[in-house]
């Protein structure tokens, strides 16, 4: 076995794929970590934070309870076009991306990633699809949407960290006027939002969504929604009715860590006093 070096540092190689190890990236550093659960499961982690897991033997599998929440509520959205168009701003390892190319075969998907040397390596670790199916766009993730077409996608998804936190920019009401016009009828937005006990930021998240988005929805686990514990809650928001599906509440309950849905009426109650997030001059 050979040895190659890394961010400094000696990592051992395999004879392709993901290898263990430190890599200098654009943003920092990129530490790819191996699952001792999954046989052929990686972690990501950028600058010491976990952002992505990854099943390179089975793309529907997914660690992160939250992307688990995103990829139920997509599956049970009926969407108005013959195939799905999705944008994700944030790649990390391109998880979702690649779960949804397993469950929608003709989707269309374009991938916004920040950094591009990281775009580089996750290309090369893994077996992602290749363009058209996936394409990844190295790019600041509200740049790119101000570009974009108007109704040119069906799904958008924000999963945008910098450390432990979105960027401002990209919560904000002027910013979610760009998805709302590139976003087409029927189709949904969906934010991972990350949050403390005090659940300010879901509740301001949630209402700056519902100004723009007749319907909107949460999901995360109840002792999240109670203020016991600071973790993920994902807010989705469209133009059509979504998350009402029986078999979509029962599916998040059945899940490793159970969650709650909450539809339009209880996430509006939930967020009336909250001021909505704007862009500072």
Known sequence: MARKKSAGRTVDTG??????GVYDIDTGTCELVRDTLVADGWTIQINGVPSSHIDVDDPTQLDFEYM??????VRHHVFPGPRLRSLHLGGGACTLARY??????????????????????????????????????????RAVTETLTEDSRDLIVRDVFAGSTTPDALQTTEFTE??????????????????TRDLVQTKREARTIGS??????????????KGRRYGNVVI?????????EPA???????????????LDE????????????????
């Not at 029927?186 to 949050?195: A, F, P, Q, S, W």
């Open 178 to 195: 760009h998805v709302r016009r590139v976003l087409a009828p029927g189709g949904i937005y969906v934010v991972n939002c990350g949050d």
């Open 266 to 281: 209880q996430v509006r109650t939930f967020a009336r006093d909250a001021k909505v997030l704007r862009d500072t001059v």
């Open 68 to 73: 688990r929440w995103m990829a139920g509520l």
């Open 236 to 244: 989705a928001g469209s133009d059509v009715p979504l998350a009402q």
């Open 100 to 141: 949804l190319a397993a469950v929608f075969p003709d989707a269309r998907q374009v991938v916004v990633e920040l950094d591009g040397k990281l775009a580089e390596l996750v290309r090369e670790w893994f077996d992602l699809p290749r363009a058209p199916l996936l394409r990844i766009r190295v790019g600041e993730a």
């Open 248 to 262: 979509l509440a029962r599916e998040l309950l059945g899940g490793g860590v159970p969650a709650h849905v909450w």
């Open 212 to 225: 723009l988005f007749p319907h909107t929805a949460i999901i995360a686990d109840p002792a999240m929604l």
């Open 15 to 20: 004879p392709g794929g993901p290898v263990a």
